[in-house]
């Protein structure tokens, strides 16, 4: 497995890949792996002979300083976990290298309105810090096709959207969610919840699992209050609980207009917030 800390040598290296005719897999991570992160390189190791994972924890998308302090750095772990699975390369550059000064980084694309609604409405400036960085990365990297989670269904949206508006040569493949037994959704933030808030955060699921068996009983406006009112737990936050279009994101009213249907969750347990997800219709397939 290589490792490389610098633009100049991941991209002398792979240009070498390339000229043999070799395609590239490339999953953007944030480190502090778990093996939800190890499933997009299982997916892009069954699709590309050269496999790139990057860790780069992106301070643009961190809309909290407190969250960006205490995000959780595992690096000496990281690397093991990707070896063990086969992944060829790991870049982990440095601030510097993906913002160096003099560099015009900004996104000239308007994410509007994938990107006021839910995280974006209670995360500001984070998607334009996401889309900024995934957008540096693809020039860095110039892979083949891109692997990304299900589990941030949002940010595969606006990704998507990114690479159609700016006609990015990269096929999008969606990766599904990696839960743990219990139905909690991987997460590298999983580990900072203490023993009786990791006992209780399997509601999350649960609760999305109910409004997927109550999408045909009750109007959309009552599960997501009922949904909320689930989530209303000692030391839980709920910030939103919203069932949407798969494609626009935007709010529905009434489900027989639409094929493809997700409910997004956001709560805070404790000092830690989750997001999580699942499809309650899908009669397209996304792409
Ligand atoms: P992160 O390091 O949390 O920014 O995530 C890096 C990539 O891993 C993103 O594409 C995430 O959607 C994906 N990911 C994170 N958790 C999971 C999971 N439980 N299952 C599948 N993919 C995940």
Not at 128 to 139: E, T
Not at 208 to 234: F, G, N, Y
Request: charged fraction near 20%; proline fraction near 7%; aromatic fraction near 8%.
């Amino acid at each position: 497995m290589f490792v490389f800390k610098t633009v100049s040598e991941l991209q002398q290296y792979l240009n070498s890949r390339r000229a043999n005719g070799e395609q590239i897999g490339f999953a953007p991570t944030m480190g502090a792996l778990h093996l939800g992160h190890l499933d997009l390189m299982r997916h892009s190791k069954a699709q590309n002979a050269c496999t790139v994972c990057s860790i780069f924890v992106n301070p643009t998308q961190f809309n909290d300083p407190k969250d960006l302090e205490k995000y959780p750095r595992t690096p000496e772990k990281d690397l093991t976990m990707l070896e063990s699975v086969g992944t060829e390369v790991v870049f982990m550059p440095s601030v510097e290298e993906i913002y160096p000064p003099g560099l015009d980084l900004t996104l000239k694309l308007d994410l509007n309105p994938l990107d006021q609604v839910m995280e974006g409405a209670f995360r500001p400036g984070h998607f334009q810090g996401m889309a900024q960085v995934v957008k540096r990365l693809l020039d860095i990297v110039q892979p083949d096709r891109l692997y990304m989670g299900q589990k941030d269904f949002q940010q595969f949206s606006i990704v998507g959207y990114m690479i159609r508006q700016l006609q990015l040569p990269v096929e999008l493949v969606m990766v599904p969610t990696v839960r743990e037994s219990d139905g909690l959704a991987m997460s590298s933030r999983n580990v900072r919840l203490s023993s009786t808030q990791r006992q209780a955060a399997p509601i999350i699921y649960q609760t999305l699992e109910w409004a997927k068996s109550q999408l045909d009983l009750r109007a959309i406006a009552e599960i997501e209050t009922a949904a909320l009112q689930r989530l209303s737990l000692p030391d839980f936050r709920p910030e939103y609980f919203q069932i949407v279009d798969g494609k626009t994101l935007q709010p529905i009213i009434n489900p027989t207009k639409h094929d493809w249907i997700v409910a997004c969750v956001a709560t805070w347990v404790g000092e830690v917030r989750l997001i999580d997800n699942l499809a309650l219709a899908q009669k397209t397939i996304p792409g």
